[in-house]
């Protein structure tokens, strides 16, 4: 009995504890929100009040920041998860494959230290769509890593690992997308992620008119690659013109037109990208080339975004060429060569519902269909999403069917999704 009553008593002092601390936080708060007064009280511990101008700021879609009283950096934590449902099923509408899984969960951190000019992109992914072992046997759980030297909003310098930032589609987030995931043109033809050294570059020239440029030079090996024998790299740059002026809320990175823009915004842009001597079919993606040979690699990229009171429109022209894409090696192994057009169209409700199209075609060059099996693939998709809190909380369903015309092997198919992502 005497146990029990210690143990009572132990635990009773403890919520006292707790729920007068929990007063005196609640109370310091309110002083510092209300004038330093709340229901006739007034905090005078200094400590405490310490406490609470360091306590991190959490709002949803903006992740948690951390940022002393000295400012000498500051960290904004984010993570996000898409949980996916997938149904395929063949032109009769036989299902033939269910895919249900987690299919990105990502963690990221941002911020600066020591000075606002001198930021930091941080990035890791954990599921194994994101973490696949590379072909050469790296790990590949992180996604950007780079530091950032920004003296002005005009321009900005990065080294490390994060997007080449050559064609509309790749720049956006996955987790502003319209649809459960991007085209099959972007897929097969943008270059991802890579390292070295990155730059931007943004300025109004005149009136609304506004300029933007990107470049970079990479490893050209991809992601977590690390090593490149006997190879060049990868030379990357993008023109971009706002004839209207900048979209509101950076909306040319995330699909849909959240701010009902009032008038017409406009953004064209191209992009061209050289890889000198990779050693991968895709350059930064895709398998070893057989036998230690190397290839060049040319990609080209045109995009167009137009957006105008919750409408829509998005178009991107893509492909990629290479002087010899077949191997006398391995006669069943080929670079992907051709290009690919994509055209999306959305309107976004009142009430954030959204309905969103698109059609997206590969033209594959007649080199290589022997080997890849078709002349045109084409997907054509239909999506509706509710946005609960815009892309951070956000349902999605969409509808493709998919048709390989003169195809070795018949390709016709239904693919029905259904994905919930959340994120802070």
């Known amino acids: 009995m005497k146990l029990q009553r210690l143990?009572?008593?132990?635990?009773?002092?403890?919520?006292?504890?707790?729920?007068?601390?929990?007063?005196?936080?609640?109370?310091?708060?309110?002083?510092?929100?209300?004038?330093?007064?709340?229901?006739?009280?007034?905090?005078?511990?200094?400590e405490l009040l310490e406490q609470i101008r360091n306590m991190p700021n959490i709002e949803v879609g903006k992740g948690i920041t951390f940022q002393p009283k000295n400012k000498l950096y500051k960290m904004t934590m984010r993570f996000r998860m898409q949980n996916l449902l997938s149904l395929d099923?063949?032109?009769?509408?036989?299902?033939?494959?269910?895919?249900?899984?987690?299919?990105?969960?990502?963690?990221?951190?941002?911020?600066?230290?020591?000075?606002?000019?001198?930021?930091?992109s941080i990035q890791l992914g954990f599921t194994p769509y994101d973490a696949q072992t590379l072909p050469n046997g790296n790990m590949n759980i992180v996604r950007d890593a780079m530091i950032y030297y920004m003296p002005n909003a005009t321009w900005n310098i990065g080294f490390g690992q994060t997007k080449i930032k050559a064609n509309r589609a790749r720049i956006n987030s996955s987790s502003a997308l319209q649809f459960v995931d991007r085209s099959i043109v972007n897929s097969e033809f943008?270059?991802?992620?890579?390292?070295?050294?990155?730059?931007?570059?943004?300025?109004?020239?005149?009136?609304?008119?506004?300029?933007g440029a990107k470049g970079s030079v990479t490893l050209g090996e991809g992601r977590n690659w690390s090593t490149g024998k006997n190879t060049g790299f990868a030379y990357t740059g993008r023109i971009e013109l706002y004839p209207f002026g900048r979209f509101k809320s950076l909306g040319d990175v995330a699909e849909g037109d959240f701010e009902r823009e009032q008038t017409v915004k406009i953004l064209l842009a191209g992009a061209y990208s050289y890889n000198d001597k990779t050693t991968r079919l895709s350059g930064q993606n895709g398998a070893i080339i057989p036998n230690g040979e190397t290839r060049d690699l040319h990609g080209y990229f045109v995009?167009?975004?137009?957006?105008?009171?919750?409408?829509?429109?998005?178009?991107?022209?893509?492909?990629?060429?290479?002087?010899?894409?077949?191997?006398?090696?391995d006669p069943e192994v080929c670079v992907y060569t051709g290009k690919g057009l994509n055209l999306q169209t959305s309107y976004l409700f009142r009430k954030?519902?959204?309905?969103?199209?698109?059609?997206?075609?590969?033209?594959?060059?007649?080199?290589?269909?022997?080997?890849?099996?078709y002349k045109r693939h084409n997907q054509t998709s239909v999506a509706v999403t509710k946005y609960l809190i815009g892309h951070s909380l956000k349902v999605q369903a969409d509808a493709s069917y998919n048709h390989k015309s003169e195809a070795i092997d018949p390709y016709n198919r239904w693919e029905l999704r259904f994905q919930i992502e959340l994120g802070l």
């Open 303 to 329: 995009d167009l975004i137009l957006k105008y009171r919750g409408f829509a429109f998005y178009t991107d022209f893509m492909g990629r060429a290479c002087d010899a894409p077949r191997f006398a090696s």
């Open 7 to 46: 143990t009572l008593l132990f635990l009773s002092s403890l919520i006292s504890i707790g729920i007068s601390a929990q007063n005196k936080i609640l109370d310091s708060v309110a002083h510092l929100l209300e004038d330093s007064t709340y229901y006739g009280h007034q905090t005078q511990d200094p």
């Open 89 to 120: 099923f063949d032109r009769n509408f036989s299902l033939n494959e269910t895919e249900a899984r987690v299919k990105r969960l990502r963690l990221r951190f941002d911020g600066y230290i020591f000075s606002p000019k001198l930021l930091y």
């Open 190 to 211: 943008n270059p991802d992620r890579d390292f070295g050294f990155f730059g931007e570059f943004h300025k109004a020239i005149w009136g609304d008119f506004n300029l």
């Open 352 to 373: 954030n519902w959204e309905v969103a199209l698109r059609n997206s075609t590969l033209f594959p060059d007649r080199e290589i269909r022997p080997i890849i099996g």
